[in-house]
Structure formats: structure tokens, C-alpha cells
């Protein structure tokens, strides 16, 4: 579902497929395009405003219950660890947290735990760690997960971490406690972006994948639409308006250093990264019509992927980079194709109603998530590719651009409440759900960043 929407434009295609359907409508943006864009450096650029706030909505069928018990010495640092580490947990919807108070002495090292203590109180498994500050002035974090059961140790690291570092070791630990416990790998560890609106500016903002420290690296006074990250998670591909036209830029996040990659006659939208990070699909207009062009990832070696009369949109690679899905009107609605990577004949997917846009494989390639219309709602998907069963996952209203966490648990997704638009979550099964608020303005475009390296 278009993110123009987010931008004052009420459309029905996805965001390529309303552009070339209505010249007058795409045109009504470039005359109103005189840009002012300010790259920033995603190290030193906070954002002016607040963290995105997550309100949990639904939880998982069954929930395994922890106790966290708050980390020694943790109170006077930058940023005590056990409430970050218990915020990730609940956030997933696969924990219920074991009140931890009230237990004489504290544990904070495997001799210190009395297992019938939290036998008693329902905990299947118990989370000790402590903080120390070195002397060069970093810390020494150090955290156990515990088997209340079997009364063992089942995980056991070790961090060292400046003070601002300490929130994402909080995250890292979570992400051990999760995997240990579901066998599936967390991802508490990552990032998001997304475009904020507030009035007339667009801030294109990178955030940790729980909403907080969110950082704007591009601000602009005209629309920026489609971030996508690179494998390594080192850079994002966007598409801004700020030439009067759609232009496709890649921009470093660590040194805000930025390159136009696709500026070709016509419209440049809808990026993808390849799996190996170089190379790019991109929808370009500069032969005529949106089709689907390869090109590498500093904008040279661009070659044709599909050759229709349709729009050919929205484009995604397959996890093992061997397959594209795409959004095409070729069939004389939009539908979801796929097709080979290398280039080859496409094959329609999606059957059910007439109207399935914005195709997102999951991370094991097995499935991929999309918009379908129910009536007048436009929800969140998945199709299975073995079966073709499809699974719609939220009842909202106006939902669009979903992407998959890189564990393949949850669905992050752009909606709107009250006409405003905010970002939600769900899981893959429909049963655990999210709502991320930002303190003002709309919030659309999301994407979520790869697993850290």
C-alpha cells in the first residue's frame, strides 16, 4: 500500500502504480518540489523529538515465565540493564515476567540461587548478571541465564560497554535469553527506519528496533519515500523528490556520506538490495513505463529485468538472492509476481481479490508478507509458498509497507489511527501485536535492519 498516502495523496496503487497512472497527479509534486535536504551524519544527529512509544495490544497463546533479577551495582550507571532486558521480552509477547523482589540475599551469581525460591514462584527460568566500571571508565557486564528445572546454567556472557553502549548490550543479552529459550534468534539488537512528518518536513530517521534512540539522518522539505537497508546494515537506499522528480540515493550511516544511484529520465523509485549488497533493483520510467531494471550498487550496469505495456513495481529479493517478487497491473489488477533474479518469465502468486501489492519475502524464504484489500481495509498478509495459503494478520483499516523483522517473528507495518499515521507490529502468527506512537506527526515508510554482523 502506498506511503503516499502518509504525504496528503489518498491513493488506491502502490506508490509507482499511482504516479504512472495519474501524470497529473505526479505532477502535481514536482511543481511543488524546492527541496531543501540536509544530510546528517546518523553518529551525531539525534532527533529533536522523543522515542516512538510501544503499546502492546496482544500477547502470545502461551508465555514462558522469567524472572529478572535487577543486575548488581547497575543503579548508578548511564543505563541500568534489567529493565531494558525485561522491555525486549514482554515486547515480543513469548514472555511473562516473574515478579524478582523480595528475594534474601539477592542472587548475582550461580551459588547465590535457591532454585525452590523460584520453583515456588512460577519462574522457569531466572536472569542474575552485575556491572562493574573499569578504569578506563567503560563497563563490565556480565549476565547468566538459568534452568530453574534442571538447576544449570543454560547461558552465560560477557560485554564490555561504554556508557552509551549499555542499552544496546541490554538488547544483545535479551536477544541470548530469547534464542535459548525458543531456539528462534532475537532481534532486539536491531534497527528500524522510518519517514516522520511533521508539518512540512520529512525526517528520515533511524531508531533501535524498540523505538528508542532515534536518530534523523536526512531532513528534507519534500517527500522521501521506500528506505530499504543494505545487507550489511551499513547503508540505506531511499528515494527523494528533492531533484523534482523521484531520485534513488544510497547514504552511508556512519559517515552520512551520500550518492545518487539512480537519476535517469523519468522516475527512479521502489529500491531493493540484493542479498550480496552489490547490486540494486530499482523501477525506473526512462524507457517508458514503470518496469524493473538491475543496476550495481553505485548506480552503473543497469539492465532490464521485465520487458510489459503493465506497471512493474515494488520489487523484492529472495533471501538467497536467486528470486524477485514484484507488484504488477499486467493481469489487469495489481498482483504479486515473482520471477527469476537472472530474468526469465513471471509467474502470478496471488489469486485471492483484486488487489495484493507491496511483497516482502521473510528472512527463510519460505513465505512473504503483503497488503490485501478485504473490502475497503487494507491489511497485512502472508502467503505460504509451499501451500499458497494465505493468512491475513491485522483488521486495521489502512495498513501498508510491511516488513519482516530478520528473525522472521514479527511483521512491522505503517497504519493509521485517528488519520494519523503510526507504526504497528504483529507477529507471524496474528497473535502478538504492537503499536509504536510518536510523540507528534505521522510516522510511515518503515523498514527493519538486518541482524547485526
Given at each position: 500500500?502506498?506511503?503516499?498516502?502518509?504525504l496528503?495523496?489518498?491513493?488506491?496503487?502502490?506508490?509507482?502504480l499511482?504516479g504512472?497512472?495519474?501524470?497529473k497527479l505526479?505532477?502535481s509534486?514536482?511543481?511543488?518540489?524546492?527541496?531543501?535536504?540536509?544530510?546528517?551524519?546518523?553518529a551525531?544527529?539525534p532527533?529533536?523529538?522523543?522515542?516512538?512509544?510501544?503499546?502492546?495490544?496482544?500477547?502470545?497463546a502461551?508465555?514462558?515465565?522469567?524472572?529478572?533479577?535487577?543486575?548488581?551495582?547497575?543503579?548508578?550507571?548511564?543505563?541500568?540493564?534489567?529493565?531494558?532486558?525485561a522491555?525486549?521480552?514482554?515486547?515480543?509477547?513469548?514472555?511473562?515476567?516473574?515478579?524478582a523482589?523480595?528475594?534474601?540475599?539477592?542472587p548475582?551469581?550461580?551459588?547465590?540461587v535457591n532454585?525452590?525460591?523460584?520453583?515456588a514462584?512460577?519462574?522457569?527460568?531466572?536472569?542474575?548478571g552485575?556491572?562493574?566500571?573499569?578504569?578506563d571508565g567503560r563497563?563490565?557486564?556480565?549476565?547468566?541465564?538459568?534452568?530453574v528445572?534442571?538447576?544449570?546454567?543454560?547461558?552465560?556472557?560477557?560485554y564490555t560497554?561504554?556508557g552509551?553502549?549499555?542499552?544496546?548490550?541490554?538488547h544483545?543479552?535479551?536477544?541470548v535469553?530469547?534464542?535459548?529459550l525458543?531456539?528462534?534468534?532475537?532481534a532486539?539488537?536491531?534497527?528500524?527506519?522510518?519517514?516522520?512528518k511533521?508539518?512540512?518536513?520529512?525526517?528520515?530517521?533511524?531508531?533501535?528496533a524498540?523505538?528508542?534512540g532515534a536518530?534523523?539522518?536526512?531532513?528534507s522539505?519534500?517527500?522521501?519515500?521506500?528506505?530499504?537497508?543494505?545487507?550489511?546494515?551499513?547503508?540505506?537506499?531511499?528515494?527523494s523528490f528533492?531533484?523534482?522528480?523521484?531520485?534513488?540515493?544510497?547514504?552511508s550511516?556512519?559517515t552520512?556520506?551520500?550518492?545518487?544511484?539512480?537519476?535517469?529520465?523519468g522516475?527512479n523509485?521502489?529500491?531493493?538490495?540484493?542479498?550480496?549488497?552489490?547490486?540494486?533493483?530499482?523501477v525506473?520510467?526512462?524507457?517508458g513505463?514503470?518496469?524493473?531494471?538491475?543496476?550495481n550498487?553505485?548506480?552503473?550496469g543497469?539492465?532490464?529485468l521485465?520487458?510489459?505495456?503493465?506497471?512493474?513495481?515494488e520489487?523484492?529479493?529472495?533471501?538467497?538472492?536467486?528470486?524477485?517478487?514484484?507488484?504488477?497491473?499486467?493481469?489487469?489488477?495489481?498482483?504479486?509476481?515473482?520471477m527469476?533474479?537472472?530474468?526469465?518469465?513471471?509467474?502470478?502468486?496471488?489469486?485471492e481479490?483484486?488487489?495484493?501489492?507491496?511483497?516482502r519475502?521473510s528472512?527463510?524464504?519460505?513465505?512473504?508478507?503483503?497488503i490485501?484489500?478485504?473490502?475497503t481495509?487494507?491489511?497485512?498478509?502472508?502467503?505460504?509458498?509451499?501451500t499458497?495459503?494465505?493468512q491475513?494478520?491485522?483488521d486495521?483499516?489502512?495498513?501498508?509497507s510491511?516488513s519482516?523483522?530478520?528473525?522472521?517473528?514479527?511483521?512491522?507495518?505503517?497504519?493509521?489511527?485517528?488519520?494519523?499515521?503510526?507504526l504497528?507490529?504483529?507477529?507471524?502468527?496474528?497473535r502478538?501485536?504492537?503499536?509504536?506512537?510518536?510523540d507528534?506527526?505521522?510516522?510511515?515508510?518503515?523498514a527493519?535492519?538486518?541482524?547485526p554482523?
Amino acid at each position: 500500500m502506498s506511503g503516499v498516502r502518509g504525504l496528503g495523496l489518498r491513493v488506491a496503487f502502490p506508490k509507482e502504480l499511482a504516479g504512472q497512472r495519474s501524470g497529473k497527479l505526479l505532477g502535481s509534486w514536482y511543481r511543488l518540489l524546492f527541496a531543501v535536504v540536509i544530510p546528517l551524519s546518523f553518529a551525531l544527529s539525534p532527533a529533536a523529538r522523543g522515542a516512538l512509544t510501544i503499546e502492546i495490544i496482544g500477547s502470545g497463546a502461551t508465555q514462558y515465565p522469567v524472572a529478572i533479577v535487577p543486575f548488581r551495582a547497575e543503579a548508578g550507571t548511564p543505563q541500568p540493564v534489567t529493565p531494558v532486558v525485561a522491555a525486549d521480552l514482554i515486547r515480543s509477547g513469548v514472555f511473562r515476567m516473574v515478579d524478582a523482589g523480595g528475594v534474601s540475599p539477592t542472587p548475582h551469581e550461580p551459588q547465590d540461587v535457591n532454585f525452590a525460591t523460584w520453583r515456588a514462584r512460577g519462574a522457569e527460568a531466572v536472569v542474575i548478571g552485575t556491572v562493574a566500571q573499569l578504569p578506563d571508565g567503560r563497563y563490565d557486564v556480565r549476565f547468566r541465564l538459568m534452568d530453574v528445572a534442571k538447576q544449570a546454567q543454560l547461558a552465560g556472557f560477557a560485554y564490555t560497554a561504554s556508557g552509551s553502549q549499555l542499552r544496546h548490550t541490554a538488547h544483545k543479552i535479551a536477544d541470548v535469553i530469547y534464542e535459548k529459550l525458543t531456539g528462534d534468534k532475537g532481534a532486539f539488537a536491531t534497527r528500524i527506519t522510518y519517514v516522520a512528518k511533521r508539518g512540512n518536513r520529512y525526517e528520515l530517521q533511524v531508531a533501535d528496533a524498540d523505538g528508542v534512540g532515534a536518530q534523523t539522518i536526512l531532513a528534507s522539505n519534500e517527500p522521501i519515500i521506500s528506505p530499504a537497508w543494505s545487507p550489511d546494515g551499513n547503508q540505506l537506499a531511499y528515494v527523494s523528490f528533492e531533484q523534482r522528480k523521484p531520485v534513488v540515493y544510497v547514504q552511508s550511516l556512519t559517515t552520512g556520506g551520500r550518492r545518487a544511484v539512480a537519476n535517469f529520465w523519468g522516475s527512479n523509485s521502489a529500491p531493493a538490495w540484493a542479498p550480496d549488497g552489490r547490486r540494486l533493483a530499482v523501477v525506473l520510467t526512462k524507457d517508458g513505463g514503470s518496469q524493473i531494471y538491475l543496476i550495481n550498487a553505485d548506480g552503473s550496469g543497469q539492465r532490464r529485468l521485465t520487458q510489459t505495456s503493465a506497471i512493474d513495481t515494488e520489487p523484492n529479493f529472495s533471501p538467497n538472492g536467486e528470486s524477485l517478487l514484484f507488484t504488477s497491473d499486467r493481469g489487469g489488477s495489481p498482483q504479486i509476481y515473482g520471477m527469476p533474479a537472472a530474468g526469465g518469465e513471471p509467474q502470478r502468486l496471488t489469486f485471492e481479490g483484486t488487489y495484493n501489492v507491496s511483497p516482502r519475502f521473510s528472512p527463510d524464504g519460505k513465505s512473504f508478507t503483503f497488503i490485501q484489500r478485504n473490502g475497503t481495509r487494507f491489511n497485512v498478509a502472508v502467503l505460504d509458498l509451499a501451500t499458497r495459503q494465505v493468512q491475513v494478520l491485522t483488521d486495521g483499516g489502512v495498513d501498508e509497507s510491511p516488513s519482516f523483522a530478520p528473525n522472521g517473528r514479527m511483521i512491522l507495518y505503517a497504519t493509521e489511527v485517528r488519520g494519523r499515521g503510526i507504526l504497528s507490529a504483529v507477529s507471524s502468527d496474528g497473535r502478538v501485536k504492537q503499536r509504536l506512537t510518536a510523540d507528534a506527526g505521522d510516522v510511515r515508510e518503515p523498514a527493519w535492519g538486518p541482524l547485526p554482523k
